[in-house]
């Protein structure tokens, strides 16, 4: 059974639950008055795991990136504890930029409202078929990074 709350995961296992259930999937939400749909797809781990090297006691996030190919990534406790920030931070987004991608494709780059730790959540969303976006990752970033975000070039979002 998943926890009741992303604060209360402890390990990849209920990270990967608790994301199933919560997040996986369609979401559709209000963001700026309009509604969007948000895919987040059942087999991505950068929700809950970061770049890094694996050792004694880490546990390790793999995802098919290809036929033959998976990224393998590290468990991130907190970005697993940060997982019912997401969609607040896409509804309630205070900066959104380009990312990612061919001009006129970009992904969109949201930042949330402040979290308690002073870090904003950052979420990449990738643009799909029918108006429909495709969440890529989420993570905190620091005051700095979202002051470069907060001076950079807008992108409007929703569309």
Same mark, same amino acid.
């Given at each position: 059974?998943?926890? !009741? +709350?992303?604060? *209360?995961? /402890? ?6 639950? %608790? #994301? ?8 559709? =939400? &209000? ?16 929700? %809950? +795991? ?11 996030? /793999?995802?098919? =990136?290809?036929?033959? $190919? ?11 504890? *940060?997982?019912?920030?997401? *969609?607040? !931070?896409?509804?309630? #987004? /205070?900066? +959104? ?8 494709? $970009? ?12 870090? #904003? ?6 643009? +799909?078929?029918?108006? &429909? ?9 620091? !005051?700095? &990074? %979202?002051?470069?975000?907060?001076? !950079? ?7």
């Amino acid at each position: 059974m998943p926890v !009741a +709350s992303a604060d *209360l995961i /402890t390990c990849v296992a209920e990270a990967r639950d %608790y #994301y199933r259930v919560n997040l996986g999937g369609l979401r559709r =939400i &209000t963001c700026c008055g309009k509604r969007i749909d948000v895919i987040f797809p059942v087999e991505v781990v950068h929700i %809950y +795991s970061e770049k890094g090297v694996a050792g004694p006691g880490v546990e390790i996030c /793999t995802q098919q =990136i290809g036929i033959a $190919q998976s990224d393998v990534r590290v468990f991130s406790l907190k970005r697993a504890r *940060l997982m019912d920030c997401i *969609l607040p !931070a896409i509804s309630k #987004y /205070t900066v +959104s930029i380009f990312g990612q991608g061919p001009k006129g494709k $970009q992904n969109k780059v949201l930042h949330g409202p402040r979290l308690p730790t002073g870090e #904003y959540m950052r979420v990449v969303l990738k643009p +799909s078929r029918n108006k &429909t976006w495709v969440c890529v990752s989420a993570f905190p970033v620091d !005051a700095a &990074t %979202y002051r470069q975000a907060w001076n !950079a070039s807008r992108a409007k979002f929703p569309p």
